[in-house]
């Protein structure tokens, strides 16, 4: 089963270059210059999620994302902003070549560490030369708790099967890679779906180590500034790559929706969400948040470009 998802999603990046490469000549053979859309989404982060967009090269990038409690007790602790399991994460990203960033992050859950990598093969073009953006992001992120946080720093293989095993420093590893597709249908609507595949290197007996999900996410322009913003983020129930006998320890679905403001240099996204990571592999594996119980959390994004 993973040989033929892992086919399937060669073969669409095969087809989509080839299709890429088919529209951007006319029939004489001469390639016709078409510029990029202007401004398919306000920044590279969507809520939880990657946009394709990169800025401009040799331009940094800071980025805070933060999330409070839930707000499941209302006023007794100010809907979640005093409640415990608030979550930050730090990052900055370089735009090293043109359509390609690579950054660093630090997120306060597991006191976790993150390299990414984020690379726009694609854009869509104001003639529709070609229809949509194509995007490929990857990040790899380093659990940074005490040994002693994984199960007394022995861990075992799946199905209960094998010795325990001293815990070793590639346990730790988590990865994290999608293919994101997008298009900005006009001035007001832009709209991106993606599939991603999430490793863990080790996890307890009762979970798995891989997980694929597929992802929708979108903005609704309002004012030059403003727009509504959405995500929703579903990891899929592949009894193929399980390694569970019964769906116990399934993750949620995550849904969010907010208002973002933006300028030329900033933007600032305020949201309400149901899970509490904010590295994808965290949301895709562990989120067990239920937006049909009203389980959310009000958090932010703020980035800030500098171009050099």
Same mark, same amino acid.
């Given at each position: ?7 399937? !999603? ?95 992050? !630090? ?73 994101? !597709?997008?298009?900005? /249908? ?10 991603? /595949? ?29 727009? !509504? ?80």
């Amino acid at each position: 089963m993973k040989k033929n998802i892992l086919f399937i !999603i060669l073969f669409s990046m095969i087809s989509t270059i080839s299709f890429a490469q088919d529209v951007a000549t006319d029939t004489t053979g001469v390639k016709e210059k078409d510029k990029p859309v202007r401004s398919p989404f306000e920044s590279g982060y969507l809520i939880d999620a990657q946009t394709t967009v990169i800025p401009a090269v040799n331009t940094l990038e800071a980025v805070i994302q933060h999330k409070f409690g839930p707000i499941e007790n209302g006023h007794s602790d100010l809907w979640g902003i005093y409640a415990p399991g608030t979550n930050i994460r730090l990052g900055l990203n370089y735009v090293i070549l043109k359509n390609f960033q690579v950054g660093v992050g !630090i997120t306060k859950k597991n006191m976790t560490p993150d390299l990414n990598a984020k690379w726009t093969i694609f854009n869509q073009t104001r003639k529709n030369t070609f229809p949509v953006a194509v995007a490929l992001y990857g990040n790899m992120a380093i659990d940074g708790r005490n040994t002693s946080a994984f199960e007394s720093g022995q861990v075992r293989e799946a199905y209960h099967r094998g010795l325990y095993e001293r815990y070793k420093s590639l346990d730790r590893l988590s990865f994290f890679s999608e293919l994101i !597709i997008g298009r900005k /249908f006009n001035d007001w609507l832009s709209l991106q779906a993606a599939v991603s /595949f999430t490793h863990y290197n080790s996890v307890g007996v009762l979970y798995d180590h891989d997980k694929i999900g597929v992802h929708f996410n979108g903005r609704i322009k309002v004012s030059p500034q403003g727009s !509504i913003i959405f995500n929703y983020d579903a990891p899929l129930k592949i009894k193929e790559i399980s390694e569970q006998h019964e769906w116990t320890n399934h993750p949620k679905p995550n849904l969010a929706f907010g208002y973002e403001v933006s300028t030329s240099t900033h933007a600032f996204q305020i949201y309400m969400g149901t899970a509490n990571g904010l590295l994808p592999q965290d949301n895709m594996m562990w989120n067990q948040n239920d937006f049909t119980k009203h389980q959310f959390s009000i958090g932010f994004n703020i980035t800030r470009l500098w171009g050099f």
